[in-house]
């Protein structure tokens, strides 16, 4: 397998201009997640879908963020428009759905990130 | 105050020395995960563990769940070993990490 996918890699953009980045999990994985990560802050969380419905959008930074899983193969994320702030690699991950039983999870395979500058 | 915290930030060392990088954490979790990030990004999880020990190769990762510690060792360190190191914890009935703020190491030959 490929691995998690993301595109672009790199991408520079101007200040109020709308950026769309792209991401392709794992064939059979059922949760996809998004990830931010800054000098300041780190690595966050910022949304994350089982089975194609978004679960947890609580660390979407503001209504500027969205994202959307039509299908299991394939995910976006859209800032609209884009700031400054917004500048920072952001991550796509997959994992399989934890098992139920053991209620441990499984383990999570990140993509190589995609570059963001906002100038 | 973070919910995981990582300890030490920065971390130097010469070839060949046991390296042990600690994280601890203030909430119930289902997992904790031991990631390696190098330069140029990339993410590669090395460890999932819920309880014990596990190791792999020079790699070895603990777990104490009644304290919510966990360390990552790394014996006979070599300076490919250089990169941040992250612990990150699945919270107890989300799927979501959440991640300390990395251990950056070097190791010098």
């Known amino acids: 397998d490929a691995g998690v996918i993301q595109s672009p890699r790199h991408e520079v953009t101007e200040m109020g201009q709308e950026v769309t980045l792209r991401c392709k999990p794992i064939?059979?994985?059922?949760?996809l997640f998004w990830y931010r990560q800054t000098m300041m802050r780190g690595l966050e969380l910022l949304i994350y879908?089982?089975?194609?419905?978004?679960?947890?959008d609580s660390g979407m930074p503001e209504d500027r963020f969205s994202a959307k899983m039509p299908n299991a193969s394939f995910s976006t994320l859209k800032i609209q428009p884009s700031e400054p702030r917004d500048s920072a690699v952001y991550f796509c991950a997959s994992s399989p759905r934890q098992h139920a039983r053991r209620n441990s999870g499984n383990t999570i395979y990140f993509g190589e990130g995609s570059w963001l500058t906002v100038v | 105050k973070n919910e995981v915290e990582q300890s030490p930030q920065n971390l130097t060392a010469q070839e060949g020395e046991f390296i042990t990088i600690n994280c601890s954490y203030s909430?119930?979790?289902?997992?904790l995960h031991w990631l390696q990030q190098h330069p140029g990004g990339g993410i590669v999880s090395l460890f999932m563990l819920s309880s014990g020990k596990k190791k792999h190769g020079r790699l070895i990762a603990t777990i104490n769940i009644q304290e919510k510690h966990s360390s990552l060792h790394i014996t006979a360190s070599h300076p490919r070993d250089s990169a941040v190191y992250i612990c990150?914890?699945?919270?107890?009935?989300?799927?979501?990490?959440?991640f300390g703020k990395g251990t950056h190491l070097i190791i010098q030959p």
């Open positions: 064939s059979g994985h059922n949760s």
């Open positions: 990150a914890v699945r919270k107890g009935g989300a799927d979501g990490l959440t």
């Open positions: 879908f089982n089975n194609n419905v978004p679960i947890d």
């Open positions: 909430v119930g979790i289902s997992a």
